[in-house]
Every structure is written in C-alpha cells, then in structure tokens.
C-alpha cells in the first residue's frame, strides 16, 4: 500500500479483556515497529521484527503484551488482560532496508475503561 | 545510546523561519541525526537526517556543527500547518536499532 495502515483506528475495550491490534506496513519493508503514545509523551518504543522474527523486544512492559509478525509483512500487537494503564495511542511503523526514516501510520486509539 | 536535549517549547510567527535546535554532545561517529514531527492526533512523520554534512530537502534543512555535538533544523517559511511536535534523534547508521524518541519541541507557528 502507499502508507503504513493500522486497525482499527480506535478501540474501546473493557478491563480484563483480550484486545489485537494490526499493523500493515508499506510493502517491502523488512523493519516493523510498535510504539506507544500517552497524551503529551513521546512515543515509547516496545518492539521491532526484521523479518519474521522479533529482533528487539525490550520495550514490552510486561508479559501481557505480546506481537507476532509470521509472514514479514502484517503485525499483530496482543494484549491480554487489558489494564485501564494500557490506554494509549499504539503506533506501528516500518523501515525498508538501509538508512532510512520510519513510515509511521496513524495509530490505534485504545481505551481501556 | 546518544541522548538529545532541545526547548520544550517554541513559537515562531507565520511566514518567518523556524530554528529548533538540538544538543547532542555524546553523539558517537557512526550515528546519524534524525528529525521527525507530530502534528496533532497522527503519526510521527520523517522530516531529515544527516551525519556531518548540512542536508536539505523540500521540507527543512538541517544544520550540523563542525564538532556533531549539537544540530538546527530549519523550516524557512513556516506556516499554521507545521505547528507540531518536532524530536531529535540519534541513531546508529547501519542498524535498524530502535529509534528512541524524547519529549521533543513544540513548536507553535503563530499568525
């Protein structure tokens, strides 16, 4: 596609509940990552795949979250047993090969009440 | 990983050029600085990065000192449309190492 997509654009949810979030990035682009934006923050780096595989996983905050890439392309970000704490804008973006800046897409608003 | 400082805030009025600077003293040799902005209720959108040499493009330029330890970036004629959150960043040239974002620079671009 032209520009990193994610759905949905916004979800609510109810604590205790099981939520997906999903990350197309632009074709071709090996580098995936999610981020996550609390009002008035920078975004806050949680994982990035090159490939298939989730080469750096040290942003997740726990192990509710969790985020799989299995063909290289979509993403799905997972999170169990949402928190009123996890609401956020979720942010995926992703990078061809070399240096290159991000493409970010708009973002996931979720809401945890 | 090279830490950034820039102003937490900054106006500029409508038509004239934005400054936003950047402090980057522990910046190694290989890493590059990066700009994006944030304008309100998107994503992060690539502006430009450089190593050493002064870069521009149709959106900005960037200014970089002779020593690397500190960069400009300019927006020449500002408009309403590039109020934003503007980050710095450093980053490693030949990796696809997370980008590390810090409060950045609100700028306000004022009638």
């Known amino acids: 596609g032209a520009g990193v997509s994610q759905t949905p654009s916004n979800k609510v949810t109810e604590k205790g509940k099981y939520v997906e979030l999903r990350c197309d990035p632009i074709?071709?682009?090996?580098?995936l990552y999610w981020y996550r934006q609390s009002l008035g923050q920078g975004p806050e780096f949680l994982i990035y795949?090159?490939?298939?595989?989730?080469?750096?996983d040290s942003g997740l905050p726990n192990d509710r979250f969790f985020a799989v890439r299995p063909e290289g392309s979509v993403s799905t970000l997972k999170i169990q047993r949402t928190e009123r704490g996890d609401s956020a804008v979720y942010l995926c973006?992703?990078?061809?090969?070399?240096?290159?800046?991000?493409?970010f897409g708009s973002g996931t608003r979720l809401t945890v009440v | 990983d090279a830490k950034t400082t820039q102003p937490t805030s900054m106006d500029c009025a409508e038509g004239r050029a934005a400054n936003l600077p950047c402090n980057h003293s522990?910046?190694?040799?290989?890493?590059?600085v990066y700009w994006y902005r944030q304008i309100h209720s998107q994503g992060p959108q690539y502006i430009i990065h450089?190593?050493?040499n002064n870069e521009t493009n149709e959106m900005a330029s960037l200014i970089i000192t002779e020593d690397r330890k500190s960069s400009t970036l300019i927006l020449p004629h500002a408009t309403l449309r590039d109020t934003a959150v503007y980050y710095c960043?450093?980053?490693?040239?030949?990796?696809?190492?997370?980008?590390?974002f810090g409060p950045g620079t609100s700028l306000s671009v004022i009638p």
């Open positions: 795949f090159q490939g298939t595989g989730a080469a750096d």
């Open positions: 074709s071709g682009h090996t580098a």
């Open positions: 450089g190593l050493k």
């Open positions: 522990t910046i190694s040799g290989n890493e590059y």
């Open positions: 960043i450093v980053r490693p040239k030949t990796s696809y190492d997370k980008v590390i």
């Open positions: 973006a992703s990078s061809p090969t070399g240096n290159y800046g991000y493409t």
